[in-house]
Structures are given as structure tokens and as C-alpha cells.
């Protein structure tokens, strides 16, 4: 079923800082990451939605907090990965060198076997960094480097066919001021921004009209609700082995490894970036995943607890998926109150009341 929102484990961290995610090893051990970025490069100025006027963001410098937080929910087997890497070509000792730090973020939610979003979450980051034109040209970086896994993975499910599966894929990569999200699939990202939700990502489904159209024109059809009648999602990175999805003898099939992008400039209305599995979004809004989250930071400004406090609400609300939350803070200080203030006269309410409230007044 495709629900339109109404807004619209670690296995290893190494001495670089790199978290990948696996349901077997304990994490609570290691804090959140933080680190300081500096000014960005021009990048910051491209695909904005609007204008960002310049004293909203002049002399803002993001500080990153991160945290993490996955849990198996009550599926028998756990199929979603994550991974959070500060900085990304230190990590992978990559030639470029620069005031500013790439920092990458990802959620993995794997389907029919754990193998493509283990090798996404092991490969992806490294391709990306490998890229000659990173990190100047991020946005073309990325979306190649998606298609370059997916193709990738095929190989390595042709020399070992108990890899062959699926994931949706979504990452965040900060640089300077920018934010730019990749996605492909249903994880989804949604940034608060004075404690309003805006949505980051669309979640792939067949559902959606522009995804229909797209497999229609490429001669896919959907049935019952499935990209041709076999997947829930009609964009991923792999299912190779599912006949009639991708590419043969030069013919592109309808599930797409590319994924959509958004860029965004940070300003210092920006408070923090929720990352999630559509385990998470099957019982959370976009707002109410906002409020959730800065009600929790504004309680103890714990990143890394923020997102197992969420996780746990999530079972709570009967999630029945794996469940998988990545969040990252802009801000050292926790999300102030909302304000509304009209004339001399000032009240504080919750984004969600003001939302509530915005619904009712326009009837």
C-alpha cells in the first residue's frame, strides 16, 4: 500500500570514524560523531528551490552531531544496513585535500536477502571518493556512482548467486553548507528546518504517478500495486536476478538503480536531518517525526539516544518492518522552542500545534 504523507548494529568504527551497520555488534559504546565544517565551496548555490537570502546563512558553519540506531522489529531476519563516515576521503585516504570536510550518510533497506545492502553500504562510499571528478562535481559523482554499484553488484552476483537480492538506497552527503540527498527507493529523508518538516526524498513506488509513467515508457506495467506485479519499489539497486526488471541485451528495464537528487544550502534555521527505513516511515509522519525528535533533543540533546528512543516508539506503534533511523544535528545547541509572534505579544507552540492550527484556520 502506498501512503502519501500529508506534508507533501555496527560491525566495525575504525580510528577514522567510520560506522557501518550490522545488527550483531553492540554500538552503544562509541558517542555520536562531531565535527566542524567550514564555509562550502560553490556548490551551495545550485538547484536551490529558492532563493536563500544572504543573511540567513552568512557566517553560518554547520556543526555535526550524529547518531544511529537499528533494530531487527519483529521481522525474523534483519535486512537494513546504515552507515555514517565524517569524513569521507580521509576514510578512504583519498588525494583531495581541502578546508572542508565531506561527510556521508546512508540508510540500506535490503529485500529478498541481506547481500546487495551489505555490498552497497561496503562499496557505494568507496566509489564515490574513487570518482576523478570528486568532490567538484558531487551531484553527477553521486548519481553515476549509483549505477556504477548497481552494475557493480550484478557482477559479483554472477560469481556468487547466494548474494543475488535487492536494496533501496538513500544518502546524505554534507559538504560545507551543502546538503545533497541521493535516494532510490522508500527510505526517506526529511530535514527540520525551525522545526518544520520538509521532505528530502520521494519514496519510489508504483503507486506514483511519475514512477508509473516512467515504467510504462519502458515497457513495464504495474500490477496489484508492484513494479511488474514482483516489487514494492521501482527504483533499487540490484534484483538482478528477477527477470524483466533490469537491463538486457541493451534493453533498460523498468527498475531504475538512479536515483533522485536534492541540494539544499544549510542556514540556521537548520536543525537536523532524520534518515529512515520505510519501517520508520510506516508509523511516523514527516512532522511528527520532527516534533518526536526535537522534543527528545531539547530533553537531553543525545543524538545517538534520540534515535533509539524513535526506534523503540516506533515498535511501540506496532512497526512491523526492520527498523533503521540515522540522525544528524546541525546545531551544537538543541532545537529552540517554536515561536509565533504577532506585534508585542509573543507565545510558544509546538510546530505541530501551529500545523494543527494552520489545518483548522484554513478550513
Given at each position: 500500500?502506498?501512503?502519501?504523507d500529508?506534508?507533501?548494529?555496527c560491525?566495525?568504527?575504525?580510528?577514522?570514524?567510520?560506522?557501518?551497520?550490522?545488527?550483531?555488534?553492540?554500538?552503544?559504546?562509541?558517542?555520536?560523531?562531531?565535527?566542524?565544517?567550514?564555509?562550502?565551496f560553490?556548490?551551495e548555490?545550485?538547484?536551490?528551490?529558492?532563493?536563500?537570502?544572504?543573511?540567513?546563512?552568512?557566517?553560518?558553519?554547520?556543526?555535526?552531531?550524529?547518531?544511529?540506531?537499528?533494530?531487527?522489529?519483529?521481522?525474523?531476519?534483519?535486512?537494513d544496513?546504515?552507515?555514517?563516515?565524517?569524513?569521507?576521503?580521509?576514510?578512504?585516504?583519498?588525494?583531495y585535500?581541502?578546508?572542508?570536510?565531506?561527510?556521508?550518510?546512508?540508510v540500506?533497506?535490503?529485500h529478498g536477502?541481506?547481500?546487495?545492502s551489505k555490498?552497497?553500504?561496503?562499496?557505494?562510499?568507496?566509489?564515490i571518493?574513487?570518482?576523478?571528478?570528486?568532490p567538484?562535481?558531487l551531484?553527477?559523482?553521486?548519481?553515476?556512482?549509483?549505477?556504477?554499484?548497481?552494475?557493480?553488484?550484478?557482477?559479483?552476483?554472477?560469481?556468487?548467486?547466494?548474494?543475488?537480492?535487492?536494496?533501496?538506497?538513500?544518502?546524505?552527503?554534507?559538504?560545507?553548507?551543502?546538503?545533497?540527498?541521493?535516494?532510490?527507493?522508500?527510505?526517506?529523508?526529511?530535514?527540520?528546518?525551525?522545526?518544520?518538516?520538509?521532505?528530502?526524498?520521494?519514496?519510489?513506488?508504483?503507486?506514483?504517478?511519475?514512477?508509473?509513467?516512467?515504467?510504462?515508457?519502458l515497457?513495464?506495467?504495474?500490477e496489484?500495486?508492484?513494479?511488474?506485479?514482483?516489487?514494492?519499489?521501482t527504483?533499487?539497486?540490484?534484483?538482478?536476478?528477477?527477470?524483466?526488471l533490469?537491463e538486457?541485451?541493451?534493453?533498460?528495464?523498468p527498475?531504475?538503480?538512479?536515483?533522485?537528487?536534492?541540494?539544499?544550502?544549510?542556514?540556521?534555521?537548520?536543525?537536523f536531518?532524520?534518515?529512515?527505513?520505510?519501517?520508520?516511515?510506516?508509523?511516523?509522519?514527516?512532522?511528527?517525526?520532527?516534533?518526536?525528535?526535537?522534543?527528545?533533543?531539547q530533553?537531553?540533546?543525545?543524538?545517538?539516544r534520540?534515535?533509539?528512543?524513535?526506534?523503540?516508539?516506533?515498535?511501540k506503534?506496532?512497526?512491523?518492518?526492520?527498523?533503521?533511523?540515522?540522525?544528524?544535528?546541525?546545531?551544537?545547541?538543541?532545537?529552540?522552542?517554536?515561536?509565533?509572534?504577532?506585534?508585542?505579544?509573543?507565545?510558544?507552540?509546538?510546530?505541530?500545534?501551529?500545523?494543527?492550527?494552520?489545518f483548522?484556520?484554513?478550513?
Open positions: 500500500m502506498c501512503v502519501q500529508l506534508e507533501s548494529g560491525e566495525e568504527i575504525d580510528d577514522l570514524g567510520l560506522v557501518a551497520a550490522d545488527q550483531n555488534i553492540n554500538t552503544s559504546q562509541f558517542g555520536p560523531q562531531q565535527i566542524t565544517v567550514s564555509n562550502s560553490p556548490m548555490s545550485i538547484c536551490e528551490d529558492t532563493v536563500v537570502s544572504e543573511e540567513k546563512y552568512n557566517n553560518f558553519i554547520p556543526t555535526l552531531r550524529s547518531g544511529e540506531w537499528s533494530d531487527i522489529g519483529h521481522r525474523s531476519y534483519m535486512e544496513t546504515h552507515i555514517c563516515i565524517p569524513d569521507l576521503a580521509r576514510t578512504f585516504n583519498n588525494k585535500i581541502g578546508e572542508e570536510t565531506v561527510s556521508f550518510y546512508g540500506f533497506d535490503g536477502g541481506k547481500g546487495a555490498f552497497v553500504r561496503d562499496n557505494l562510499p568507496r566509489i571518493v574513487d570518482d576523478a571528478n570528486f567538484m562535481e551531484e553527477k559523482v553521486v548519481t553515476r556512482s549509483f549505477v556504477e554499484t548497481d552494475a557493480a553488484f550484478a557482477r559479483s552476483c554472477a560469481l556468487e548467486s547466494t548474494l543475488s537480492s535487492g536494496t533501496t538506497a538513500l544518502t546524505a552527503m554534507i559538504f560545507g553548507r551543502s546538503l545533497l540527498v541521493a535516494n532510490a527507493g522508500d527510505c526517506r529523508a526529511v530535514l527540520s528546518r525551525n522545526g518544520l518538516a520538509f521532505e528530502m526524498s520521494k519514496d519510489h513506488r508504483p503507486c506514483c504517478d511519475k514512477e508509473r509513467l516512467r515504467i510504462e515508457s515497457g513495464g506495467f504495474v496489484d500495486g508492484y513494479l511488474n506485479g514482483q516489487l514494492g519499489v527504483r533499487a539497486i540490484g534484483n538482478w536476478h528477477i527477470q524483466g533490469k538486457t541485451d541493451n534493453q533498460v528495464g527498475l531504475s538503480a538512479e536515483p533522485e537528487l536534492k541540494l539544499v544550502t544549510l542556514t540556521k534555521e537548520d536543525e536531518l532524520i534518515i529512515g527505513s520505510d519501517g520508520i516511515w510506516d508509523v511516523f509522519m514527516n512532522q511528527n517525526a520532527v516534533d518526536f525528535v526535537r522534543r527528545r533533543l530533553d537531553h540533546n543525545d543524538v545517538k534520540c534515535c533509539k528512543e524513535m526506534v523503540e516508539e516506533a515498535m506503534r506496532h512497526a512491523l518492518d526492520n527498523l533503521t533511523v540515522v540522525i544528524v544535528c546541525f546545531q551544537a545547541e538543541p532545537p529552540p522552542p517554536v515561536v509565533v509572534q504577532r506585534g508585542r505579544v509573543r507565545r510558544s507552540i509546538s510546530a505541530e500545534g501551529l500545523l494543527n492550527l494552520k483548522h484556520l484554513e478550513g
